[in-house]
Every structure is written in C-alpha cells, then in structure tokens.
C-alpha cells in the first residue's frame, strides 16, 4: 500500500514537471559471500570458516567458552547501483535444529572486514582456524584482530527474530534498510552483519544453513535454503 501511494504521488510530481521522468522498482536476491561462526576461544584458534552450518546462542558447555556467534556478508557491488534508493530489505535464513530455549536472534552491523577460510566442521565446535578465517579473536587469522573479542559491532541492533524451531526466519527492519542503504553508497564500509542470540541461557544454540551446506561430508540429502538477502530498491530513470 504504501509504495503504490509513493509511486502515485512521485508519478503525479513528476507528471507536473517532467513528464519523461518516474521511479523504476527492482527486487534482487542476493546469495551471501561470506558465513562462518565465531567460536568463544581464548586463544582465538578455532574457527568453522566452509563448514556447513554457522551457529548461533550458547552450547550445553557450564564451565565457559559455549559461546556462539554468526557473521553473514552480502556483495552488493553491480547488483545495486550506486544511486539507488533501497526500500525494503529481508533476511532469510534457515534453521536446521531446534534448539532448547526459544531465543531471540540480533543482527548488527559489523564493524571490520572480516574472513571466510578454509576451516571445516559439521558441527559447533568448529576446527583448527585457517589462514584467513575469522576467529573470537582475529578478524583474519592470524594476523589481524578484533578491536573487541568476538567481533566489532554497532548498536544498537538493526533487527531481531524469535527462533524456536526449525524453519526459514526473516529479519526486516527500517534500520536494516539504512544499513543496506549505507553500504550501498559506501561499499568500503559493508563488512556484513554480526548474529547474537541468547548467550546467558545453556543449549540455546541454534545452527543455521551456511552458503557451503553441502560441504565437510555434510550427509545432507539436499541443499537446505542457503542464507539469502533480497533488497527492493528505486531508481530514477
């Protein structure tokens, strides 16, 4: 409803002053290009970089170290142009497990530029890091680090989605439009965004469907629903 009103009072502006102009509207899905978790260790040296899953929330783990952290990262670059004015934005993952406690899943912008390595787990306690991978530590392991432990993030958080079973989840926001929005006028700054779930509660981790959900002998019959972005925008032509 409202983007028919806004195109019907743009088309009747521009109808008055410029007959030839008018707001063209595009939908794109975009695969992400980057996944991985970071795993709560303190000597940053574990890491699931092309594993086929990336997880979300806290293990069962009582004694310290069972936190879990996703980063997700979208290539906006050639996809939407520079000019363009975004108008909605969704996030799709998918949910392979049930975890425990329903939990709250936060998005927030990521604030460094951060790798996707070779490292390859099938499960939450990942492997030794790679060279490249992102770690609780490092932003490339190991020759670069997070300002803070466990990844540099804005706030406040751009989204949240309750998870409780498995499923396809959708984030959209108003602020997640302003995020895409930023990194589509400034590309160098789109570093993706970081997933925080419940981390004070045991076993609420939930494991989310990478863009690799075949890899690491996976045994997945299919290729589960791969994280996706889809971005609607406008351009004047």
Same mark, same amino acid.
């Given at each position: 409803?409202?983007?028919?009103?806004?195109?019907?009072?743009?088309?009747?502006?521009?109808?008055?002053?410029?007959?030839?102009?008018?707001?063209?509207?595009?939908?794109?899905?975009?695969?992400?290009?980057?996944?991985?978790?970071?795993?709560?260790?303190?000597?940053?040296?574990?890491?699931?970089?092309?594993?086929?899953?990336?997880?979300?929330?806290?293990?069962?783990?009582?004694?310290?170290?069972?936190?879990?952290?996703?980063?997700?990262?979208?290539?906006?670059?050639?996809?939407?142009?520079?000019?363009?004015?975004?108008?909605?934005?969704?996030?799709?993952?998918?949910?392979?497990?049930?975890?425990?406690?329903?939990?709250?899943?936060?998005?927030?912008?990521?604030?460094?530029?951060?790798?996707?390595?070779?490292?390859?787990?099938?499960?939450?306690?990942?492997?030794?890091?790679?060279?490249?991978?992102?770690?609780?530590?490092?932003?490339?392991?190991?020759?670069?680090? *997070?300002?803070?432990?466990?990844?540099?993030?804005?706030?406040?958080?751009?989204?949240?989605?309750?998870?409780?079973?498995?499923?396809?989840?959708? *984030?959209?926001?108003?602020?997640?439009?302003?995020?895409?929005?930023?990194?589509?006028?400034?590309?160098?700054?789109?570093?993706?965004?970081?997933?925080?779930?419940?981390?004070?509660?045991?076993?609420?981790?939930?494991?989310?469907?990478?863009?690799?959900?075949?890899?690491?002998?996976?045994?997945?019959?299919?290729?589960?629903?791969?994280?996706?972005?889809?971005?609607?925008?406008?351009?004047?032509?």
């Amino acid at each position: 409803m409202y983007k028919n009103k806004l195109f019907s009072f743009l088309g009747m502006a521009v109808l008055i002053s410029t007959p030839t102009m008018a707001d063209v509207y595009e939908t794109v899905q975009i695969p992400a290009s980057q996944d991985t978790t970071l795993i709560d260790d303190p000597n940053g040296a574990r890491s699931n970089g092309s594993g086929p899953y990336f997880f979300v929330g806290r293990t069962g783990d009582s004694t310290g170290g069972g936190i879990r952290r996703g980063l997700v990262h979208f290539d906006m670059e050639g996809v939407i142009p520079e000019t363009a004015r975004i108008e909605e934005v969704a996030l799709q993952l998918y949910a392979s497990n049930d975890p425990d406690i329903a939990q709250k899943v936060r998005l927030y912008p990521a604030l460094q530029d951060w790798g996707e390595g070779a490292s390859c787990a099938n499960g939450g306690k990942g492997t030794n890091a790679q060279t490249g991978d992102a770690t609780w530590l490092h932003t490339f392991f190991d020759s670069a680090t *997070w300002d803070d432990a466990g990844g540099d993030r804005a706030r406040p958080a751009s989204a949240r989605e309750n998870v409780d079973v498995l499923g396809i989840y959708t *984030w959209s926001s108003n602020r997640m439009i302003k995020d895409v929005q930023s990194w589509v006028e400034q590309p160098e700054t789109n570093f993706g965004w970081l997933l925080i779930g419940d981390e004070r509660n045991l076993r609420t981790v939930v494991a989310f469907a990478s863009r690799e959900s075949l890899n690491c002998n996976s045994g997945l019959p299919t290729r589960w629903p791969t994280p996706m972005l889809e971005v609607t925008y406008s351009v004047a032509e």
